[in-house]
């Protein structure tokens, strides 16, 4: 296991399979999904590096469960390490000499668990999106016949059934029946929706960790599922240090240092998980809201409030998006319970 390295390419269709011992590489073979799982079972432990892609985390688990000790690797550090052109073959060696590099850091992989929750979260997500652009078409064309229908999922389902069993808009047989299918359509993202909602709280109910994660300020249940799915399970070690955790969702400011000096910016436009990043953001934002409006409570409050004072709301939220991936991070990996302190003064 320890001088020899195996690269793994995933692709739909095939899997390029290379191998590295004493400093050189012994085999760089293409084999189907079958051959592969048949060859980690029969094959010795080994160390297996695998490019972080759509299947990684169901190889990774795999290779563990076959008994090999297996790591991911990021595909831009894999594209930046890679020389020549891109091929399969070129992309397995890219992964062997990107995984010898030093201090290298690896993606640590999700458990099954942590897949079911992410499928949820984004079927949630895509169904969000799916029924604000339906209601922002449906109303759209219906202002085409000055027809305004109230912003609210009831509203607009009651407004198009209206509009249609009125018999004195002249609406032929065949719109009609138009209209009724994008109201039953509208209807099913609503349902769809409520279902997964139902899920994520059934989950977090059920879920230690998570119930954990409620009691932070800013945290309801989709962002408990996010931080729980983003930090990970205390023994995959995912990140080191909670702020490490934070920058990587992109909630620190960015560093531009040269020559002894020290420069930093804002927390940055572009981030790996943009969604991730604004919906802790905006629960971050809701209790900086609700602890302006108030009188102090906890020693958070306290510092919210001066922050808020110095830097504005915007910046409040952001920090307070910061300081609670930090301590996510500390009672995921410590197994403690979050507790205000309350202020006393």
Same mark, same amino acid.
């Given at each position: ?88 073959? &070129?992309?397995?060696?890219?992964? +062997? ?8 850091? /690896?993606? *640590? =992989? #999700? ?111 989709? &962002?408990?599922?996010?931080?729980? +799915? ?8 995912? /990140?080191? *240090? =909670? #702020? ?102």
């Amino acid at each position: 296991m320890k001088n020899t390295i195996v690269s793994v390419d995933l692709a739909k269709e095939v899997i390029q399979v290379c191998t590295y011992t004493n400093k050189k590489v012994r085999s760089n073979s293409e084999m189907t999904h079958h051959e592969f799982l048949i060859w980690l079972f029969k094959a010795k432990p080994t160390f297996i590096v695998f490019e972080a892609c759509g299947t990684s985390n169901y190889w990774e688990q795999k290779a563990i469960e076959a008994g090999h000790k297996a790591e991911l690797i990021s595909a831009k550090l894999v594209a930046t390490v890679r020389q020549n052109q891109k091929t399969d073959k &070129n992309d397995a060696l890219a992964i +062997i000499q990107a995984a010898q590099l030093p201090e290298i850091n /690896f993606i *640590k =992989g #999700k458990n099954i668990e942590q897949q079911q929750l992410q499928s949820v979260l984004r079927l949630r997500e895509l169904a969000i999106k799916q029924k604000t652009a339906l209601s922002n078409q449906i109303k759209g064309l219906l202002l085409e016949f000055n027809v305004r229908i109230v912003n609210k999922d009831g509203g607009i389902i009651a407004g198009i059934k209206a509009y249609i069993e009125d018999a004195k808009n002249e609406l032929t047989f065949e719109f009609r029946a138009v209209l009724n299918t994008a109201s039953k359509q509208y209807e099913l993202l609503v349902e769809a929706i409520a279902t997964y909602d139902m899920s994520l709280e059934r989950t977090v109910g059920q879920h230690d960790d998570c119930k954990k994660l409620l009691k932070l300020e800013g945290v309801g249940t989709v &962002n408990a599922v996010n931080l729980y +799915i983003a930090l990970g399970c205390a023994e995959l070690g995912t /990140f080191s *240090k =909670g #702020k490490d955790a934070s920058a990587c969702i992109g909630l620190t400011p960015l560093q531009y240092s040269s020559g002894g000096k020290v420069k930093l910016g804002s927390i940055g436009k572009y981030v790996k998980n943009s969604t991730l990043r604004s919906q802790l953001i905006v629960g971050a934002m809701s209790a900086v809201s609700h602890a302006v409006r108030r009188k102090a409570v906890t020693k958070k409050d306290v510092w919210i409030k001066a922050l808020v004072e110095r830097k504005g709301k915007k910046c409040a939220a952001v920090a307070l998006a910061n300081k609670t991936v930090r301590t996510a991070f500390a009672m995921l990996t410590q197994g403690t319970e979050y507790k205000a302190e309350y202020n006393l003064a």
